[in-house]
């Protein structure tokens, strides 16, 4: 039983570790959270999507992945392009602050930016969508996710010999408890974001991390 949850435990201090860092899904999650827009499917998506990654370290598909590199050269590209493309939309709302707004539907909002961006407008059919899509391609068009969960994680996984997969059910676990606090409250930074400046602030770190970041997996493939 102690080893049990000595190993549940390591797996949660370990994928919380690498979950913690900042990131483009992160930031982007952060961003969904305080516009309140399509919040659980957002923080669904990311948990779940770590969750079949890291059963797939767990399990040894890490060994398999590195037979075909190429694979992850072209997600690199991909992804990078991505990000850096997020990154100018999200530097084009830095300059223009009628697009910036806490609540959906807000007066203030101006219809064509919001409906242009690609995070959207909360409430419409659409706007969820495109939060869905850019979600899954901001977890899925990384290869750093693939680097942290099937390979990093899988490896230390390996190591615990027979409590492999509570090990890797205590990752699951940290990454679920982030990407619901980071979600959920991010609302509680209403109150300061409730300026149009706070918003350009907010923004242009968002575009700063998502551009560097695009350019940096580019760069490496």
Request: with cysteine; hydrophobic share 60%.
């Amino acid at each position: 039983m102690n080893s049990a949850l000595t190993a549940t435990a390591a797996g949660f201090g370990t994928g919380l570790s690498l979950i913690v860092a900042i990131g483009a899904q992160n930031a982007f999650v952060l961003r969904q959270g305080v516009r309140r827009d399509a919040v659980f499917a957002v923080v669904a998506i990311c948990a779940l999507s770590d969750a079949a990654l890291i059963a797939l370290g767990v399990g040894g598909v890490g060994a398999v992945v590195v037979a075909w590199p190429s694979v992850l050269t072209a997600v690199g590209l991909v992804g990078g392009l991505f990000l850096i493309g997020y990154g100018c939309l999200a530097a084009r709302r830095v300059l223009k602050p009628s697009a910036l707004t806490l609540e959906p539907g807000s007066a203030g909002a101006s219809g064509a930016a919001g409906v242009a961006d690609l995070a959207g407008v909360a409430g419409s059919g659409s706007s969820r969508r495109r939060a869905v899509l850019t979600c899954l391609a901001m977890t899925w068009l990384n290869p750093h996710v693939y680097l942290d969960t099937v390979f990093l994680l899988g490896s230390i996984a390996a190591d615990r010999g027979p409590w492999r997969w509570t090990f890797g059910l205590g990752a699951v676990a940290a990454s679920l408890v982030w990407f619901a606090a980071l979600g959920f409250g991010a609302r509680l930074l209403s109150p300061l974001l409730a300026r149009p400046s706070a918003w350009r602030v907010l923004d242009a770190l968002i575009a700063a991390t998502m551009i560097v970041l695009g350019a940096t997996l580019i760069a490496g493939v």
